[in-house]
T-cell receptor, first 113, second 117 residues
């Protein structure tokens, strides 16, 4: 079945550092891919999405490109801020997932001032 | 944008009692809603898919008699944790899909932290 694998955390960076959180997926066909963010004690917010190969999703300085050849959707940000500290989830929605979103395990990001 | 309201945001109950959590889509109709459970520092585990006007579909290993789901209208789904025990303590999150939106029209509630003492 469909699955999502993302790099384990926690990830700790200094403010203004470059961020990469790796995400790879296994799915039949062409799934839609997402990054969600969860701030402490809150629900999930959609950060960005891409629905077809080579699409680039972007929001709040974060970017991720849908790479079908490597089945990846890595999250990047050029200069992180303390306010970016949160848990980030990679996810997919595909034809074989029966209307369900499949989540990765989540990566906890902490940014030091 | 689409908003999902989840209530209560936190609840403490005694062991053996039942707790109801509500999930409402505020500005859209949702024929399908999802209920997730999240343990500390872990990912979301899908518990069940709630379908308006029909029985919920539970994931393998989820006790349907313990986690009762009702989706009586296009804007409201409820999850009732019956005879709660301390091991049911967790963060519960609902998600609703906008019936008129595309496949990625999912919106999440802010979650409910349940503590059973």
């Amino acid at each position: 079945g469909d699955s999502v694998t993302q790099m384990e955390g926690p990830v700790t960076l200094s403010e203004e550092a470059f961020l990469t959180i790796n995400c790879t997926y296994t799915a039949t066909g062409y799934p839609s891919l997402f990054w969600y963010v969860q701030y402490p004690g809150e629900g999930l917010q959609l950060l960005l999405k891409a629905t077809k190969a080579d699409d680039k999703g972007s929001n709040k300085g974060f970017e991720a490109t849908y790479r079908k050849e490597t089945t990846s959707f890595h999250l990047e940000k050029g200069s992180v801020q303390v306010s970016d500290s949160a848990v980030y989830f990679c996810a997919l929605y595909g034809y074989s997932s029966a209307s369900k979103i499949i989540f990765g395990s989540g990566t906890r990001l902490s940014i030091r001032p | 944008g689409a908003v999902v309201s989840q209530h209560p945001s936190w609840v403490i109950c005694k062991s053996g009692t039942s707790v109801k959590i509500e999930c409402r889509s505020l500005d859209f109709q949702a024929t399908t809603m999802f209920w997730y459970r999240q343990f500390p520092k872990q990912s979301l585990m899908l518990m069940a898919t709630s379908n308006e006007g029909s029985k919920a579909t539970y994931e393998q290993g989820v006790e349907k008699d313990k986690f009762l789901i009702n989706h009586a209208s296009l804007t409201l789904s409820t999850l009732t944790v019956t005879s709660a025990h301390p091991e049911d303590s967790s963060f519960y999150i609902c998600s609703a899909r906008d019936s008129m939106s595309s496949t990625y029209g999912y919106t999440f509630g802010s979650g409910t932290r349940l503590t059973v003492v």
